[in-house]
């Protein structure tokens, strides 16, 4: 037989070899045996434990790696992703937006990078939400390394997955597959902040390419880090201020299932660069350039506050960067 399969396409020296060491039923019952030590699900495509989002994409890997849980309710999910160095600006966009829409009852699924995606796991369980991680290694293999605890707090309270058997090392050409679990994971992407050509816009078009909705946060023009983004928007993708918009774009039985937003009770005094921006305001509309001198920080300091100001309903940006105080 080894003689033969050597005749074949693409069979080299050692083909012969690898395939007959290969020994399918002993490396299962061994893969078995490691998931049942470490407290983890194999779940394959026929199981219940198998994401029904997964199951509907274009090609959803026949297994899967889950420590923690994967629950019926996560099928309503948002993945929230973007660069590994935020700026000021993304990084308080990710902590309001992530926060707001695990309040409502979406999952919040990413990749546990480092930047955006540790950021949104981060702010999820913080809000007392749910959180998916999606490893693009085995799940004895966390990486980022430092994020070993936010691993098990993740695990805890949701789910930790991957397509990886144990021992498989984060290598370069996992993470597209990665990228594809996360999309298929969620009903939409949410993008905060992305490079041109990067891994968060591969998984971007393939939340497209499955049908899914993209949502993106606008960024400055001259921002390498909001490039991305504006492509996105330029290419169809729906932009987004706020949660809400995000939330609006559901079909309404998604919505319907949903936590109603709260209507808060008493309100919190400002931070005090919040409250100097609302000072310089006043009863008129102040351009950013104004703002960004009257308060003495820099430009994506400044967005980052007015767009936490927005989300909180002190303020709102009028065309041509202009923003004003809303009447209470």
């Known amino acids: 037989m080894p003689a033969r399969w050597r005749k074949l396409p693409a069979s080299g020296p050692r083909r012969p070899a690898q395939i007959t060491a290969c020994d399918?039923?002993?490396?299962?019952?061994?893969?078995?045996?490691?998931?049942?030590?470490?407290g983890i699900t194999i779940a394959t495509l026929l199981d219940d434990a198998y994401p029904g989002n997964l199951k509907m994409a274009h090609t959803p890997p026949p297994v899967l790696?889950?420590?923690?849980?994967?629950?019926?309710?996560?099928?309503?999910?948002?993945?929230?992703?973007?660069?590994?160095?935020?700026?000021?600006?993304?990084?308080?966009?990710?902590?309001?937006?992530?926060?707001m829409l695990a309040k409502r009852g979406?999952?919040?699924?990413?990749?546990?990078?480092?930047?955006?995606?540790?950021?949104?796991h981060r702010a999820a369980l913080a809000a007392g939400g749910r959180t998916i991680a999606v490893l693009g290694s085995g799940l004895d293999r966390c990486y980022p390394p430092e994020n070993s605890e936010l691993f098990k707090q993740i695990a805890a309270s949701g789910a930790v997955i991957s397509q990886f058997p144990f021992g498989a090392e984060p290598d370069k050409r996992n993470f597209p597959m990665r990228n594809r679990i996360i999309s298929g994971l969620s009903l939409g992407v949410l993008v905060i902040e992305a490079g041109e050509k990067s891994g968060t816009m591969s998984t971007a078009y393939g939340a497209l390419d499955e049908g899914r909705e993209v949502y993106a946060l606008p960024g400055r023009i001259d921002s390498p880090k909001s490039a991305g983004c504006n492509r996105l928007?330029?290419?169809?993708?729906?932009?987004?201020?706020?949660?809400?918009?995000v939330v609006n774009e559901f079909p309404p039985e998604v919505q319907a299932a949903l936590t109603a937003p709260s209507a808060g009770t008493a309100e919190e005094p400002l931070p005090p660069d919040?409250?100097?921006?609302?000072?310089?305001?006043?009863?008129?509309?102040?351009?950013?350039?104004?703002?960004?001198?009257?308060?003495?920080?820099?430009?994506?300091?400044?967005?980052?506050?007015?767009?936490?100001?927005?989300?909180h309903g002190t303020v709102r940006q009028l065309p041509g960067k202009l923003f004003a105080l809303l009447k209470k």
């Open 106 to 120: 979406l999952a919040i699924v990413s990749g546990m990078a480092r930047g955006i995606d540790t950021m949104a």
């Open 274 to 311: 919040a409250a100097r921006i609302v000072a310089l305001l006043g009863n008129g509309e102040r351009h950013v350039d104004f703002l960004v001198e009257g308060i003495g920080l820099p430009s994506g300091v400044v967005l980052g506050i007015l767009l936490e100001l927005e989300l």
């Open 24 to 38: 399918g039923p002993k490396t299962a019952a061994r893969e078995r045996a490691a998931a049942e030590k470490q």
């Open 65 to 99: 790696y889950i420590a923690g849980e994967i629950r019926r309710e996560d099928a309503l999910a948002i993945a929230v992703i973007g660069t590994r160095s935020p700026s000021p600006y993304g990084r308080i966009a990710v902590e309001n937006f992530t926060a």
């Open 233 to 245: 928007i330029q290419k169809g993708a729906k932009l987004v201020i706020s949660p809400d918009d």
